[in-house]
């Protein structure tokens, strides 16, 4: 029987860090895992608020409220408000920009194009890796003016 026991206690004390060089072995893992999946839900946050922001530049460009013939520059003005407006507050620490919205005319059916580009839109790896700071996320709408 003792050398049952001693058996017993030799195995014992052979697996007494196993747990800890499992757990240093695996948490890097788990922690990369996890920054990623917060990583890539940001990333689909900015991506959605672009996008809805450019629907409302979008929007406000093709409601018309003036003379014909400033049609266009109004509604590259309007778009433009509208989009800053829209993500004043929303994004912190993400820089946008709305580059001239493109209109195809002045008249009733012309299109109007709002593109909204976010840069520096990643959350946690742009501060630990200076590659993802240059990722950038755009979102563009077209529609016809009323």
Not at 49 to 75: C, D, I, K, Q, Y
Not at 88 to 98: D, R
Not at 99 to 123: E, F, I, K, M, R
Request: net charge neutral.
């Amino acid at each position: 029987m003792r050398c049952q026991e001693k058996a017993r206690t030799l195995t014992a004390s052979r697996e007494d860090g196993i747990v800890a060089l499992e757990f240093v072995i695996l948490f890097p893992l788990i922690l990369i895992l996890l920054v990623g999946i917060m990583e890539f839900g940001h990333l689909f946050y900015v991506r959605h608020t672009l996008t809805n922001a450019s629907r409302e530049g979008a929007r406000a460009a093709v409601m018309f409220h003036s003379p014909a013939s400033e049609r266009m520059s109004w509604a590259q003005d309007q778009a433009t408000t509208a989009v800053n407006n829209y993500l004043n507050n929303k994004l912190p620490g993400v820089t946008w920009t709305v580059p001239t919205p493109v209109v195809s005319g002045s008249t009733t059916g012309s299109t109007v194009q709002v593109t909204v580009t976010a840069t520096n839109a990643a959350l946690i790896l742009g501060e630990i890796i200076t590659d993802f700071k240059t990722i950038s996320v755009s979102a563009q709408t077209t529609m016809k003016m009323e």
